[in-house]
C-alpha cells in the first residue's frame, strides 16, 4: 500500500478519535459547570449554545464575526504582500539586507499590541487603524521567513543555473520563488494566528463592533453565556481560516508547499 493510501485510509479513524476527544471535553465541561464551578463563572455548553442562539437570532453575532474577519483577512493580505517583497530583496541583495536589517529585527521584537494606543493616535480610532495594526503584525513575520527561505537556496544551486546561463530574472522565477513559497505559505500561516490576536485586543480597547467588543461590552452585564460565545465564534473562524489555507497549501500551491501543508 503506498503511503497516500495509507494516509487515506487513516484518516476516517482518527477524525472518529477527534470527534470523540471533542465530544468527551464537553462533557467534562458540562460536568465541571454542573457539580464544581457555579454557572455565572463557568457556564455550561448548555447555557452557552443557548446564548449562541440569543445572539445569532438578534443578528449581532454574525455581523460582528463579519467585521472581525474582514478586518483580519484585509490586514492579513496586505502585510503579506508587503513583507514577501522584502523578503525577497533582503535575500538576494546584500546591500538591502544590510539597509534594512536593523529596522526588521528591531520592530519584529515590538510586539503589534504595545503600539495600539500609538496607532490610535495617528490614525484615529476607525478601521484604518486597525487593520494597520494587523498589516504591522503580519509584515514582518513573512519579511523574516521569506528572506530565510531566499538566502537558504545553495549556493552551488545558484552557480550552476549561471554556469548554464540563466539570468537574474531566470533564477527569480525558478529558484528563488520555489525555494521561498514554502517558507511564505508558514508565515502567512502564522502571521494569520497573530491576526486574530491583535484585532480581539484592539476591538477591546477602541471598537464598537466586533467579536473583541462583544466580549468586552459583555461584562458590563455580567453576560458570561455572550462572552463564551464570543470565544467560540474567533475559535471557530479561526480553525475554519487555517483549514481553508491548509487547503490551498494542498491544491494551489502542491507542487511547491509539500509536507509544510500537512500539519
Not at 471533542?22 to 457556564?43: D, E, H, K, M, N
Not at 455548553?45 to 443578528?59: A, Y
Not at 467585521?67 to 503579506?80: D, F, M
Not at 503580519?138 to 523574516?144: C, E, G, I, N, R
Request: positive net charge; glycine residues 8%; hydrophobic residues 55%.
Amino acid at each position: 500500500m503506498s503511503s497516500a493510501k495509507h494516509r487515506r485510509g487513516l484518516v476516517r479513524p482518527l477524525s472518529l478519535v477527534s470527534i470523540v476527544s471533542l465530544l468527551a471535553a464537553i462533557g467534562i465541561w458540562q460536568l465541571i459547570s454542573t457539580y464544581f464551578v457555579s454557572p455565572l463563572f463557568l457556564p455550561s455548553p448548555i447555557s452557552v449554545g443557548k446564548g449562541i442562539g440569543t445572539l445569532w437570532r438578534s443578528g449581532q453575532l454574525q455581523t460582528d464575526a463579519g467585521i472581525s474577519l474582514a478586518r483580519i483577512l484585509t490586514g492579513w493580505a496586505i502585510g503579506s504582500l508587503i513583507g514577501a517583497p522584502i523578503g525577497f530583496a533582503v535575500g538576494t541583495s546584500q546591500f538591502v539586507k544590510a539597509l534594512v536589517d536593523p529596522f526588521i529585527h528591531f520592530f519584529r521584537f515590538v510586539p503589534a499590541l504595545a503600539l495600539v494606543s500609538v496607532f490610535m493616535v495617528w490614525l484615529g480610532v476607525g478601521e484604518t487603524a486597525k487593520v494597520a495594526l494587523i498589516v504591522y503584525a503580519t509584515a514582518f513575520l513573512v519579511t523574516v521567513t521569506t528572506a530565510t527561505g531566499v538566502s537558504a537556496v545553495p549556493d552551488d544551486k545558484i552557480f550552476a543555473a549561471r554556469c548554464l546561463g540563466a539570468r537574474p530574472l531566470y533564477l527569480l522565477l525558478h529558484v528563488h520563488i520555489p525555494a521561498a513559497v514554502p517558507h511564505i505559505y508558514t508565515a502567512m500561516r502564522l502571521a494569520l494566528a497573530n491576526a486574530f490576536l491583535v484585532i480581539i485586543a484592539v476591538e477591546i480597547v477602541a471598537a464598537n463592533s466586533g467579536l473583541g467588543y462583544l466580549i468586552w461590552n459583555s461584562r458590563i452585564y455580567f453576560q458570561t453565556t455572550w462572552m463564551f460565545a464570543g470565544v467560540i465564534a474567533i475559535g471557530v473562524l479561526g480553525l475554519a481560516s487555517d483549514r481553508i489555507w491548509r487547503q490551498v497549501g494542498r491544491t494551489v500551491l502542491k507542487r511547491y508547499v509539500g509536507a509544510a501543508s500537512r500539519y
